[in-house]
């Protein structure tokens, strides 16, 4: 049920630093702070250091001597440099956090801006849950790597530097037995280093896909019920979260005996010094105030060389993240780039400004019949050229989704279909054959293989995408809203829409009067999804949302599909008044919706088949006779009316 349809993981792995590196770019603006962090991070770690050399001068003087002042003096100067060290991790905490918070942010909302532009194709591929996961856990753990796991790698590892010259300065010799299990543990995180990022990417790939089975349940929690598949869907749930426990317990597992390693090989080193600086102090060799000093060192550093072993850990995950997030910001924006910067005029005699008065020079053909083989009627006679240029038009167009099965036809194979200016086309055809697809090319939800659609004698793949969204506006079979009041959701569709034009739009769309009796009017939050409303009501604010901005060119796909028979016959009065002011292409699946059309097109075998008016095609053509008529193949009778 969440097949990882996405290539998880497909990228080759790189070196944990070498993803961790592609941090560099978001975190440069924050880099003066974090500088200054880790610089407080070290004189604070530092202070762990001086103190047993502070223990040294106390023990090997004052107490040596026996004198209680001097004691209480050195007593006095190690609580001032405990309280400094505790001053300073406060100090570090407080540069640090608001930089970092803002890196997350910036990062989260690149991941998101992208996830906006890329195609649909994309968002076919992707679960939502691996997305999800990408755009919340992943960055949270780069935070905390920012914050805390990147400054203590570097601290620790330059205390663990300082600490040990000074323990060599202070006797080499026994500094040398503590530097001796260096080597088998350099060994042993390399081995640990490659394991472990396997686990950590299985884990958070495990997380998105869990995100996604807990999204489905709960978006699809009325299909559950109704069915009763609420066990099921635990069963589900429990066989991937088990996956996800048996992957955490083996990271705890690898991490574990990492943690093992790190804690003994330093202990058995410090063992070994202890014992051999005992026998220096019974022959004289050392005093007992140098012992001390370097035994205390040698534990100011247990910390920072057992901390390593989580350390690694989390940048290890880091980077896991870290490719998690570039696996989705990498993929191109088809056309990025390549799209003119400004938004050029579009060159027709009738451009409106964006979502203007329609059409306004160029009249409508309402009654334009032609038999319907693309060549103009009598009314696209009136307009002359603008009729035969514009409108919206599809030459050749093959189209074929990007995951289908190597060697399958494409779903749209060479279609051809002119709507002339002003008029309503109707798309006919059986289920699957690709008339959804179809209507998506025209917005550029997806693009064409091959072929060429124009509006108003203008390339779409030349037009910037604003332009695109200006001009063209899309009602869907599926009528998405968002957790918003039913005004914001219908004002979506146009950006600079007035409260009048919503009226007028609601009004349309016959939504008025529902939306009216809402608890607070059209500023009724209308839940997640819209799932507070009915399926006709859905309808009728998707369908205002797509006429807010009065659009040139409208395309509606089975727009009438989830409403009463009476509420159908009263937004159909009312979408004929749209359709008289635009062009319109109206995946039509009942006759009622096919008599809101000047004329009718029928996609079969991914071609057009046939073009006429809803009459001459029940005459002429049986395919669509028994589209329209009924499952049972047949010429319907002369004349025959549609319902
Ligand atoms: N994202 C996708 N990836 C691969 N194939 C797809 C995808 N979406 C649709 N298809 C396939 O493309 C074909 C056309 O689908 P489309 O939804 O365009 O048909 P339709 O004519 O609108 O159907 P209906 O009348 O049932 O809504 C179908 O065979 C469908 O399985």
Redesign the pocket.
């Known amino acids: 049920m969440t097949a990882h349809r996405e290539p998880s993981g497909s990228a080759a792995h790189r070196s944990t630093v070498r993803s961790l590196l592609r941090l560099a770019p978001f975190v440069r603006p924050a880099r003066g702070r974090l500088l200054m962090g880790m610089a407080v991070a070290l004189v604070a770690s530092s202070m762990s250091l001086v103190v047993p050399l502070a223990l040294k001068q106390i023990v090997d003087g004052p107490i040596a001597a026996r004198d209680p002042s001097g004691v209480w003096l050195g007593g006095l100067a190690i609580l001032v440099l405990g309280l400094l060290e505790a001053g300073l991790i406060g100090l570090r905490r407080l540069l640090l956090a608001q930089p970092l918070a803002e890196v997350e942010a910036a990062m989260r909302s690149a991941l998101y801006r992208h996830l906006q532009r890329l195609p649909v194709s994309f968002h076919?591929r992707w679960p939502s849950g691996q997305l999800l996961s990408r755009a919340t856990t992943d960055l949270m753990l780069l935070r905390i790597f920012l914050a805390f796991v990147l400054t203590f790698l570097t601290v620790n590892g330059l205390t663990i530097c300082i600490g040990f010259v000074i323990l060599l300065l202070q006797q080499w010799t026994l500094g040398l037995v503590l530097l001796a299990p260096v080597v088998p543990l350099v060994v042993l995180c390399h081995y640990f280093e490659e394991r472990y990022s396997l686990a950590a990417r299985t884990a958070q790939d495990q997380v998105g896909d869990l995100t996604t089975v807990v999204e489905e349940s709960v978006l699809g929690i009325r299909v559950t019920k109704g069915f009763g598949r609420h066990r099921a869907q635990e069963r589900a749930f429990a066989a991937l979260s088990a996956r996800l426990r048996t992957t955490e317990l083996h990271k705890a597992g690898l991490l574990g005996a990492l943690w093992a390693l790190i804690m003994i090989l330093p202990e058995l080193a410090i063992g070994a010094a202890l014992v051999l600086g005992v026998r220096q102090v019974a022959d004289g060799a050392l005093t007992a105030g140098a012992l001390v000093a370097f035994l205390s060192t040698a534990l100011a550093l247990r910390w920072p060389v057992e901390s390593m072993g989580f350390l690694l850990a989390v940048a290890n995950e880091s980077a896991t993240a870290t490719e998690r997030y570039f696996e989705v910001l990498d993929v191109p924006v088809p056309g990025a780039g390549a799209e003119p910067r400004a938004a050029g005029p579009v060159p027709d005699t009738a451009a409106p400004g964006p979502r203007g008065t329609p059409g306004a020079a160029i009249p409508a053909v309402r009654t334009a019949v032609d038999g319907g083989r693309g060549r103009p009627g009598a009314g696209a006679t009136l307009v002359g050229r603008a009729a035969a240029d514009g409108g919206l038009r599809l030459e050749r167009v093959v189209f074929r989704?990007p995951?289908?099965p190597p060697g399958s036809p494409p779903?749209l194979d060479g279609v051809d279909l002119h709507v002339r200016p002003g008029e309503t086309m109707a798309l006919v055809?059986a289920?699957?054959?690709?008339?959804?697809?179809l209507t998506a090319l025209v917005p550029r939800l997806h693009e064409a293989t091959s072929g060429r659609i124009t509006l108003d004698g203008r390339d779409i793949t030349a037009m910037p995408r604003e332009r695109l969204r200006e001009l063209v506006s899309m009602a869907f079979?599926e009528p998405t809203l968002f957790s918003a009041s039913a005004g914001e959701n219908v004002l979506m569709g146009a950006a600079d829409a007035q409260e009048a034009e919503l009226e007028r739009a609601l009004a349309v769309a016959r939504a008025d009067g529902f939306v009216a009796a809402l608890p607070q009017g059209h500023r009724t939050q209308v839940g997640e999804q819209g799932l507070s409303l009915s399926g006709g009501q859905r309808q009728r604010l998707a369908l205002a949302r797509a006429v807010i901005g009065s659009p040139r060119f409208l395309v509606l796909d089975d727009p009438l599909s989830a409403l009463d028979v009476h509420t159908e016959a009263l937004v159909e009065r009312a979408l004929r008044e749209v359709l008289a002011t635009t062009t319109a292409l109206v995946?039509a699946?009942r006759p009622s919706t096919v008599l809101l059309a000047d004329r009718v097109a029928l996609l079969s075998g991914g071609r057009i088949a046939a073009v006429g008016t809803h009459h001459q095609l029940l005459r002429t053509n049986e395919e669509y006779a028994a589209l329209m008529t009924g499952p049972l193949p047949g010429r319907p009778a002369e004349g025959d009316a549609p319902r």
């Open positions: 076919d989704y995951d289908a779903v055809g289920t699957g054959s690709g008339k959804t697809t079979e995946v699946h």
